[in-house]
T-cell receptor, first 111, second 118 residues
Framework: KQEVTQIPAALSVPEGENLVLNCSFT??????LQWFRQDPGKGLTSLLL?????REQTSGRLNASLDKSSGRSTLYIAASQPGDSATYLC??????????FGTGTRLLVSP | DVKVTQSSRYLVKRTGEKVFLECVQD?????MFWYRQDPGLGLRLIYF???????EKGDIPEGYSVSREKKERFSLILESASTNQTSMYLC?????????????????FGPGTRLTVL
């Protein structure tokens, strides 16, 4: 059974720092991996999607990498801002588009 | 832009009531999903549908049913609400996977419905 783990569970940094969020999964038979952002009490916003054949994707200050063979993905956030404060979730896509989620990293960026 | 809407942001119901949660997407997506999100447990898949009138059980279908009469609408039904169904419910949609290329599609989520069962 696929299991997804995110480390750390919570992270607090000062504004301007570069930071890395980690995601690991137990079964490499995935279609893709998605990173989401969730603000308190809200739905999920898709940030980046990496296909299983890709190594990384970039969007603005965000860069996500995927190493399928080792079951790891990282989300790199450059020059963090208070507006980046949210919970970040990674999820792997299995057959029939089923997602298996990690439990998230709660990020707080202080001014 | 893809838009997934859910009928209510907040809902309060009593134990034993029949509850309907509605989800509508406007991008002609084949796949639709219902998840629930609980602290410490993360998001868990309840049911999904890959076509009109088709449904498949997810990881925690007990106590729920679904209906998909039209492509754009996917309803989650709590036949007899119980207090352990108090949760945040999230709907999502996506295009069908392309088996030839074995690509996975991006899932788009609605804003969520916070259901409280008293």
């Amino acid at each position: 059974k696929q299991e997804v783990t995110q480390i750390p569970a919570a992270l607090s940094v000062p504004e301007g720092e570069n930071l890395v969020l980690n995601c690991s999964f137990t079964d490499s038979a995935i279609y893709n991996l998605q990173w989401f952002r969730q603000d308190p009490g809200k739905g999920l916003t898709s940030l980046l999607l990496i296909q299983s054949s890709q190594r990384e994707q970039t969007s603005g200050r965000l860069n996500a990498s995927l190493d399928k063979s080792s079951g790891r993905s990282t989300l790199y956030i450059a020059a963090s801002q208070p507006g980046d404060s949210a919970t970040y979730l990674c999820a792997v896509t299995l057959r029939f588009q089923k997602l298996v989620f990690g439990t998230g990293t709660r990020l707080l960026v202080s001014p | 832009d893809v838009k997934v809407t859910q009928s209510s942001r907040y809902l309060v119901k009593r134990t034993g009531e029949k509850v309907f949660l509605e989800c509508v997407q406007d991008m002609d997506h084949e796949n639709m999903f219902w998840y629930r999100q609980d602290p410490g447990l993360g998001l868990r898949l309840i049911y999904f549908s890959y076509d009109v009138k088709m449904k498949e059980k997810g990881d925690i279908p007990e106590g729920y049913s679904v209906s998909r009469e039209k492509k754009e609408r996917f309803s989650l039904i709590l036949e007899s609400a119980s207090t352990n169904q108090t949760s945040m419910y999230l709907c999502a949609s996506s295009l069908v996977e392309f088996n030839l290329l074995r690509l996975g599609q991006e899932q788009f989520f609605g804003p969520g419905t916070r259901l409280t069962v008293l």
